[in-house]
């Protein structure tokens, strides 16, 4: 779901055919029958933007059924966990979660927590904290203070108020019928899918799920993985060979640049940036990371970042200077890209950088971008050729409509062409976690340069300006440790990764895991779950060794993050008593005369924790993991059917409808989701909701994805004649009814209009696009790839344009596959005449800055009870 | 050419007489098929590499002669990817090689409609004074609370996703070192 695999990462595919030349049963859950659909047992379709509503309706089909896999849920679960009884469910609130504040639209998760044992009961967390958001949380377990302290359970599940129960419930009106009528599924095709998906479970057999931006992209992104998750939970397929849930990430190393983030929110391996509420110093920070009372190995987050500091300020960082920390700048709230183009147009940024993107063609709302751009003091840009986003100033959209005109552009562009992955070495970190090393194979011409020589060398050139500035602003940057080896005037790739892997300093060692880290200061480490990819003082991820049938998980090929384990929380893969669920499923288990964890895969877990271990009740991190606690960077060490923690939009995923929608939530007077971040201004206008009327004028749903032949916003694609000749030009692909409905031809010309733009293609009518049923109306979905713009060989309209920015509040992703739109035959207008157009479109809709932008869509008071009367 | 040389030259006596019975190998194959050798065949050097497009990890090999690559193709070896290449990893020799790529630093000045040339020293040159004075521009000691905040909101960047673990290392390391935290990439999208 939410992935065209066969498409978008065809070679990965192979292995679901493999699977199923074996047997196993292959289902796409998607909008629009693909090349996937076609090589799959069953193509079951929905509505874009439905997929809580279908997944939840699993979720209940389980529990109707009776399909619960007990002996993997009841031990390894927080199934039996009793909850505060001050939670109440969306059931009860139409669709919002105790602790709604109205005032911050957000919540206070303090009746989401667990009860304890004994005096105190509840320990509840004080959630308006700024460091528990969500987005502060990256991939880790969130903090949970109490973690380990005597969790009030009911190891039954009887109990009304244990998660068990109380996710039973939240689902219950999930049912098929509800399914069919949110997301147009019919019954049938939906009972299969939940037949087949249960049928995976147990023992002897697992089900994998495989997503994509499909299902990131949206305003309850976050919560949709999770409903996912609760259902893999539920079946025991978390953690087991054939299981899990896999995220086909769409570029080389984006999962690289997640784990050693250029991104706002995080430091390398997760740990959060510092903020204003927790950046007074390393302590308070440090207590906003970790729980005192918690398990699991974040408890040790201390020593990954005194580690990272170590190598970020080097002998400058000691005991006495808190290890540097003051030195790092602190976050307050959203710093996302959005959120930063926005203060781009309006002037408070200056410089941009662009490595090896393009957001005039790949980020939502394209004219925004561009905007933005045109209003810089600066701009860098670094790639391999000319992209829109640094031509901006002559082939944007908006210099046909006035909006931008180059003779008052001050934005200064600086263009560096960038060495290709040829020509460089260093590591990528693929879709599952793994490192692999590439050499260089020949020398970069001209001016061209990797990002490491450029930023190596702008590091050293500030350095040196600032170096007698006397300016205590300057101190981390004169106590940055900036020494790695340069052959040539080339920084060593090699170097800086075993830096990131780690040193003794006392002996000067490589590390050989994050296990030997220190809160010290006798270690060094630029990222702690990287720490390994140099064990035995040997470059890992350079490793070569083809996979066999004694070595089915190919141990020496590549390294992965966290210490070579292949499939993460293994411990799982054996029964609470240590052995394999059945032999077909065998992956790790527990050798008695050994006394220790064995098998095909490195297992996630102590080596010597014997299965029966039971962890001391004062014991905090990883001394408090039980032998039947898998899931060991989590705070209470299970995995999470209610995540009472990490989440803004609330401890159980709940179906909203999208940002924009064309039909009303059928399950909650709640439209949408209410923490979603929304940006009402002028140049960020949304379509209307249906509450709001005039749903006639974008009475259509819009999602996007992706080509075999191009790749993403297109540098790398359209660049090349064999790929544009392959795939030449953009299309919007709709049904037969809908060319029927707005007189389009095959072939012809089409544009798609939203409230921020007009684009044009051609058409494509196929029976790819099927009409859904939702509520009892037809629903017309619209569909297009996003990889075309100005420049290159083959050129076309860039889609993102059509979308506006609401964000997921999690993770503040935007929701780019689901969206309303209208569609006309022929060409859209040039120049002045498109903005006009627009205009006349925002004002049939009645559209201002505010539409559809309401959070709070509960009657005042809340509850169902207050909608009768209301 | 003698009688068996010519009889030889025949597919058909090759097909009847030969390995291939269904002709469609060696039997059809002419002399001028047969002199063809693939190009990787005259490379000095085999390198090893990984597709730089999705996130799959397909392993590549990439074969260089006199210092330029001639052809990229999949490693069997992989584990990940068994040798295979998708369209877009096929045509990786055309993105390392074709005439799309720029090989010189452009400059656009302000106001300006056209680009010109720059040395790239001079352009680091003036990249690293517009950095320095972009985060004086945008400097934040404090919030309103007091707090320190040690940061500038001058700065921001978008990229790493298509680059390496090495380089978004020191990306990461020197803007934060700077106090520039609107630091980005495709992730967030």
């Known amino acids: 779901m939410g992935s065209n695999m066969a498409e978008a990462h065809p070679v990965g595919f192979q292995w679901v055919m493999e699977a199923k030349e074996k047997g196993a049963t292959v289902i796409h859950v998607d909008p629009r029958f693909t090349r996937t659909s076609a090589l799959c047992d069953l193509h079951v379709p929905l509505r874009a933007g439905s997929d809580i509503c279908f997944l939840g309706g699993v979720v209940n089909y389980i529990f109707e059924h009776d399909l619960v896999f007990r002996d993997y849920v009841a031990p390894y679960t927080n199934a039996s966990f009793i909850v505060n009884e001050d939670f109440t469910d969306t059931e009860d609130l139409d669709g919002l979660f105790s602790g709604w504040d109205e005032r911050r639209t957000g919540y206070d998760r303090s009746s989401w927590q667990y009860e304890h044992e004994g005096e105190g009961g509840t320990l509840a967390e004080p959630s308006t904290r700024e460091h528990a958001t969500g987005h502060s949380c990256g991939a880790s377990g969130p903090r949970l203070e109490g973690g380990s302290g005597p969790i009030r359970r009911d190891p039954t599940l009887e109990h009304p108020r244990c998660v068990y129960q109380l996710l039973k419930r939240h689902f219950a009106r999930y049912r098929p019928e509800m399914v069919a009528e949110v997301c147009g599924t019919p019954v049938e095709q939906f009972l299969k899918v939940c037949a087949a998906w249960t049928s995976a479970s147990g023992r002897e057999r697992t089900a994998a799920v495989v997503y994509a931006v499909g299902w990131t992209q949206h305003t309850s992104g976050a919560q949709l993985i999770r409903t996912a998750a609760i259902i893999q939970l539920l079946l025991g397929n978390i953690g087991r060979p054939g299981g899990g849930i896999m995220a086909m990430r769409g570029h080389a190393s984006i999962q690289g640049s997640t784990d050693i983030p250029t991104l706002f929110n995080l430091l390398p391996g997760y740990l959060p940036m510092p903020t204003a509420e927790t950046g007074s110093d390393l302590a308070t920070y440090l207590a906003a990371v970790k729980a005192d009372r918690q398990k699991g190995f974040w408890r040790l987050a201390d020593a990954y970042m005194v580690s990272l500091l170590k190598e970020y300020f080097g002998e400058r960082a000691s005991a006495e200077n808190d290890f540097g920390f003051d030195w790092l700048p602190r976050t307050s709230g959203d710093h996302g890209t959005y959120r930063s183009v926005m203060d781009m147009v309006d002037g408070k940024v200056s410089g941009y950088f662009l490595l090896g993107q393009n957001p005039a063609v790949g980020s939502a709302h394209g004219r925004l971008q561009r905007l933005g751009l045109a209003n810089l003091d600066w701009l860098v840009v670094r790639d391999l050729t000319m992209i829109e986003s640094a031509t901006f100033f002559g082939d944007a959209p908006e210099i046909a409509t006035g909006e931008i005109v180059p003779s008052r552009c001050k934005t200064e562009v600086f263009f560096f062409p960038a060495a290709a992955h040829t020509e460089k070495e260093g590591s990528f970190t693929q879709t599952q976690r793994m490192l692999q090393w590439r050499d260089k194979a020949v020398a970069p011409k001209g001016d061209q340069r990797s990002e490491l020589w450029f930023f190596y060398h702008l590091g050293r050139k500030i350095k040196a300006l600032v170096a007698d500035s006397g300016d205590e602003r300057d101190e981390p940057l004169r106590a940055l440790w900036w020494d790695y080896a340069v052959v040539g005037d080339e920084p060593q790739a090699e170097d800086v990764l075993r830096r990131i892997n780690g040193y003794d300093e006392r002996s000067g060692r490589l590390l050989d895991g994050y296990v030997e880290l220190k809160a010290d200061g006798t270690t060094s480490c630029g990222c702690w779950i990287y720490s390994g990819v140099f064990a035995g003082g040997i470059n890992q991820a350079a490793r070569r060794t083809p996979g066999s049938a004694k070595d089915p998980y190919a141990l020496a090929w590549g390294w992965v993050w966290p210490a070579n384990r292949r499939i993460l929380y293994n411990r799982a893969a054996a029964d609470p008593d240590g052995r394999p669920w059945s032999q077909a499923k065998a992956c790790v288990w527990w050798d008695e005369e050994r006394g220790e964890w064995i098998g095909h895969d490195v297992p996630d877990f102590e080596k010597s924790k014997a299965p029966s271990y039971v962890a001391p009740p004062d014991a905090v991190g990883p001394d408090a993991l039980s032998g039947d606690d898998p899931f060991i960077m989590q705070a209470d060490g299970k995995g999470w059917l209610m995540a009472p923690n990490g989440l803004e939009d609330g401890p159980f995923p709940t179906h909203y409808e999208p940002h924009e929608s064309p039909v009303a939530n059928a399950l909650y007077a709640q439209q949408a989701n209410p923490t979603r971040r929304v940006y009402p201004r002028p140049d960020n206008p949304s379509n209307p909701a249906p509450s709001e009327g005039h749903r006639e004028v974008f009475p259509f749903v819009l999602t996007t994805a992706r080509l075999t032949e191009h790749h993403t916003a297109g540098a790398m694609s359209r660049t090349l004649p064999y790929l544009s000749e392959l795939q030449p030009a953009l299309c919007v692909e709709v049904s037969p009814e809908l060319a029927r409905l707005r007189d389009l031809e095959h072939l012809g010309w089409a544009h798609v209009i939203t409230s921020r733009a007009a684009i044009e293609a051609r058409v494509v009518v196929t029976d790819r696009m099927a009409p859904l049923v939702v509520q009892r109306e037809v629903v017309h979905q619209v569909w297009m790839p996003y990889h075309f713009g100005a420049r290159g060989l083959v050129t076309g309209d860039a889609v993102n344009d059509l979308f506006g920015v609401a964000l997921d509040p999690n993770v503040f992703i935007q929701e780019t596959k689901a969206a309303t739109c209208d569609i006309r035959p022929g060409r859209r207008p040039r120049g002045p005449q498109l903005s006009e157009l627009l205009a006349r479109y925002r004002a049939r809709a009645g559209i201002s800055s505010e539409t559809g932008t309401a959070r709070d869509a509960t009657p005042p008071g809340g509850g169902r009870d207050g909608e009768q009367e209301a | ?189």
């Not at chain 2, 390995?19 to 001028?32: H, I, K, N, T, Y």
């Not at chain 2, 190009?39 to 090999?61: E, F, I, K, L, W």
């Open chain 2, 1 to 189: 050419m003698g009688t068996r040389g010519w009889l030889e030259s025949w597919p058909v006596w090759r097909q009847l007489s030969g390995a291939d019975p269904l002709g469609r190998g060696v039997a059809a194959e002419s002399p001028r098929q047969r002199a063809i050798r693939p190009r990787t065949a005259d490379a000095d050097r085999v390198v090893h590499s990984v597709c730089p497009y999705c996130a799959v990890g397909c392993a590549q090999n990439v074969y260089v002669k006199d210092g330029e690559v001639i052809q990229i193709e999949g490693n069997p070896d992989s584990p990940i990817s068994r040798g295979r290449l998708c369209p877009k990893g096929s045509a990786s020799k055309q993105l390392v090689t074709g005439p799309q790529r720029e090989q010189k630093v452009r400059y656009r000045a302000p106001y300006s409609s056209e680009w010109t040339d720059l040395d790239l020293d001079v352009a680091m040159d003036m990249v690293a004074e517009r950095v320095l004075a972009a985060r004086d521009k945008g400097w934040q000691n404090h919030d309103e609370h007091g707090r320190p905040l040690r940061r500038t909101m001058g700065i921001a960047s978008l990229g790493g996703a298509t680059l390496d673990n090495e380089e978004n290392y020191l990306i990461k390391k020197l803007f934060t070192a700077l106090g520039a935290i609107q630091i980005e990439n495709q992730a967030r999208i």
